[in-house]
């Protein structure tokens, strides 16, 4: 990636990465049959999937009722289902999901996955980078869906980014970020950039941080939903659906006040999903089967 700034970060994560915690193997006409069934339900259903997802936009959304108004309630459901039937179980664990006007809820950012994860958890509006309506699946998705689009290549334009979180937050809208500004691994992690967290500050209203991790069945940690690198959507959406079962955990953490300036502020929700960042580890060579 050429001309990095603050806010275009780069991680180092790679297809070794992705190899560094893949699903088991299994047999092979095991893993056919199940991305095979899983590719038909998606065909099949997504016009019924997308129907809540068109819904949310043509319903009003009164200021201040965020959870409580239909278009929460639709958006959670379309997102638990795309889970559903890409093979995707969420455990959700940690403190209470408080009812509350005007959060900005911030994550750890793994895969296009989070913005499912999440909006099943905590519906609102949704950071995104401004590429992603080209997506093919994934684009219509977002314009159907309420998504903030952020060029992270300009940063004239992110003061007005800014602005926008901040006004809905006034208004009592739910927004979804992701301060790493990338993709990691789900093995490693980067540092939240200050830059969003600055909407808060501005509307004086609190952030919720939100654990977000992807884990085999058996529990180990999996990188199977990773997005980065050189990975494209289809092989990353083949992964997801060819795996066994994905399970996303996503732990609710303990809301932060806006007080202090916006690096502090974007500190303690570091601190509050990644805990201290270690070192970069030097991953194992991966021996093919």
């Not at 006007?101 to 401004?130: R, Y």
């Not at 500004?181 to 952030?207: S, Y």
């Not at 795996?243 to 502020?265: I, K, N, W, Y």
Request: net charge positive; proline share 9%.
């Amino acid at each position: 990636m050429t001309g990095a700034h603050a806010w275009l970060p780069h991680a180092d994560c790679d297809a070794g990465c992705v190899r560094a915690g893949a699903d088991e193997p299994g047999r092979p006409v095991a893993r056919a049959a199940r991305t095979l069934l899983r590719v038909t339900l998606l065909v099949t259903l997504l016009p019924v999937l997308l129907l809540p997802a068109v819904l949310v936009r043509l319903v009003p959304a009164p200021p201040r009722t965020e959870q409580a108004r239909p278009a929460a309630l639709l958006q959670r459901i379309s997102c638990r289902l795309l889970l559903r039937v890409l093979g995707v179980r969420l455990a959700v664990s940690g403190g209470p999901i408080r009812n509350l006007p005007g959060v900005l809820v911030v994550s750890g950012h793994v895969s296009w996955l989070d913005t499912l994860a999440i909006g099943a958890v905590l519906p609102g509006e949704f950071v995104a980078k401004a590429e992603l309506v080209r997506w093919p699946l994934i684009g219509r998705l977002t314009r159907l869906l309420p998504v903030i689009p952020i060029d992270r290549h300009s940063l004239r334009r992110l003061p007005r980014v800014v602005d926008a979180v901040a006004e809905r937050l006034r208004g009592g809208r739910t927004v979804v970020a992701f301060p790493e500004g990338t993709t990691w691994c789900g093995l490693a992690r980067g540092r939240f950039r200050p830059a969003l967290f600055q909407a808060a500050v501005d509307a004086g209203r609190p952030v919720q941080p939100l654990r977000l991790s992807y884990h085999h069945r058996g529990g180990r940690r999996s990188t199977v939903p990773a997005f980065v690198g050189d990975d494209t959507l289809l092989r990353s959406l083949l992964r997801v659906i060819a795996a066994r079962r994905t399970v996303c955990r996503v732990q609710v953490a303990e809301l932060q006040l806006p007080t202090g300036d916006r690096r502090e502020l974007a500190r303690r929700c570091q601190a509050a999903v990644h805990g201290r960042i270690p070192a970069p580890r030097p991953h194992r060579p991966v021996v093919a089967a």
